[in-house]
């Protein structure tokens, strides 16, 4: 039998910590995601945010470098970013 081997452990405050969210492209799209990281990580950096689109142009990912306080900081971010149908993906 395999054994089953622990997630790397992340050490809190972590700096540079990325964050990429995925959701359907639209004209708000960029302002929506950058409100809701603001209440997550209110102190991120903004000139650091990378913004694609996909080939098609039908969705927008933005990744983000936050300084992560704690496990439960990027379990909100994620629960909150997730519950809307316009997110598909958080990571």
């Not at 809701?36 to 098609?56: C, G, T, W, Y």
């Not at 439960?72 to 629960?79: C, D, I, R, S, V």
């Not at 316009?86 to 990571?91: A, E, P, S």
Request: hydrophobic residues 40%; contains cysteine; negative net charge.
């Amino acid at each position: 039998m395999a054994k089953k081997t622990d997630a790397p452990k992340i050490e809190f405050p972590c700096p540079n910590y990325p964050v990429k969210v995925l959701g359907v492209t639209a004209d708000d799209y960029e302002e929506f995601v950058l409100d809701l990281m603001r209440v997550h990580a209110p102190d991120f950096d903004e000139k650091r945010i990378s913004i694609n689109q996909s080939s098609n142009g039908r969705f927008t990912s933005m990744t983000f470098f936050i300084t992560a306080q704690s496990v439960e900081q990027l379990e909100n971010l994620h629960k909150d970013f997730i519950q809307h149908d316009r997110i598909k993906l958080v990571m």
